[in-house]
C-alpha cells in the first residue's frame, strides 16, 4: 500500500531546492543593498534584508540537514533526525524577526520622515532607474529558483493541494524553500509597486507603504511555518495512510488477533517509530509469540519502509470486541 498523505521528501530533493535559493538570494542580496545605497529607497533596504535572511536560512537548513545524518548514540538513541526540524524552526524565526519586523520598522520610519517633510535620495537621484532594474532581475533569478522548488514539491505532493503538502509534509526543507521563495516573488512585486508609485507620483508614502507590505508579507509567512515546524518538533504521528497499512500488516500476520492499541511518531522525516501491544492466544507459547511478532515485524516493514524502530508487545485480548486505538 503506498502512503499517500505526510510522504517524506526526498533528500536530494531538498537539497537542490535549498541549493538554487541560496545562490539567488546571496547574488540578489548584494545587488539589493547596492541599489539602496544609491536610492535611499526604503523598499529596496527591506528586500535586501529580506535576501540576506533567506540567505542565512538556507545556510541553517544544509547546517540542520548535516547535523541530522550524525549516528544514533546513547544520549540519542533514536538519532539526531529533528535537527532538520529545529533548523527550520529557526528559519521561521529569523524570516520573522530580521525580515518581517525589520520592514516593519524600516516602514513606519519612512512614514514618520515623510510626515515630518523630510525627502529621501530616490527622488532626487539619477540613479532612479536601479532598483526597478535591480527588482526585474530579481524577479527573474526568484522565479527560478521558485520554479525548482515548485518541481521537486511536485514530485513529492502526488494528489495534495500545495496547502495541503505544507501542513502535512514530515520533511521541512521543501516546504521551507516553496514558502521562502514565494514570499520573495511576492515581496518584489510590493517593492516594483511601492518604487513605481513613488517615482511616478513622486509621493514617497508609496515606497514605505511597499517596504510595510513587504514586512507583513514575511510574518505572516514565518507564524505559518513557525506553526508547522513546531508541530513537528512535537512530534507527529505517522499519515493516516501509513497508520492504516501498519496496521493492516500487523492484524494480516497468522497468530494476531487483534492490536489492542497502537502509537506511531516521526523521530525524523523519514523514520517512523512503531510501538503496539498485540493480542494472541493465550495457549501459544513463547516460541510460537516469538514467531508471530517477528513475522508481523517483516510484514511492517514490507508495509511501510519508513518504520524504523518497531516494537511490539504480546498480550491477551482479555475484553473481546474491544475498541482497538491507534494514533
Known sequence: MRARRG???????????????????????????????????????????????????QLLLMIGGRAAVREADKEHPFGYGRA??????????????????????ESYEKIVAVRAG?????????????PLLVVAISLVAESMSLRTALKETHKARAHL???????QAKAPELPVVMLEDSAAVLGLVFALLGIGLTLLTGNEIFDAVGSGCIGVLLVVVAIILGREMLS???????????????????????????????????VA?????????????PGDSAAGVARIIDDAEAAVRSAVPMVGPLYLEPDILRTPGAETKEN
Open 7 to 57: 510522504a517524506p521528501v526526498s533528500t536530494e530533493g531538498g537539497r537542490k531546492a535549498i541549493i538554487a535559493a541560496a545562490s539567488a538570494n546571496l547574488g540578489i542580496a548584494v545587488t539589493k543593498f547596492a541599489a539602496w545605497a544609491l536610492t535611499g529607497a526604503s523598499s529596496m533596504l527591506a528586500e535586501a534584508i529580506h535576501s540576506t535572511a533567506d540567505t542565512g536560512n
Open 84 to 105: 532538520r526540524y529545529l533548523a527550520a524552526f529557526m528559519v521561521a524565526i529569523v524570516l520573522f524577526s530580521l525580515g518581517g519586523l525589520f520592514a516593519l520598522y
Open 118 to 130: 523630510e525627502h529621501d535620495a530616490l527622488m532626487e537621484s539619477s540613479w532612479w532607474w536601479v
Open 161 to 167: 493541494s500545495v496547502l495541503q503538502f505544507i501542513k
Open 232 to 266: 513537528l518538533l512535537e512530534g507527529e504521528s505517522a499519515s493516516p495512510e501509513n497508520r492504516a497499512a501498519v496496521a493492516e500488516a500487523i492484524r494480516g500476520t497468522a497468530g494476531v488477533g487483534t492490536i489492542i492499541h497502537m502509537r506511531t511518531i516521526h
Open 269 to 281: 522525516p523519514e523514520t517512523i517509530l512503531v510501538a503496539a501491544k498485540i493480542g494472541v492466544d
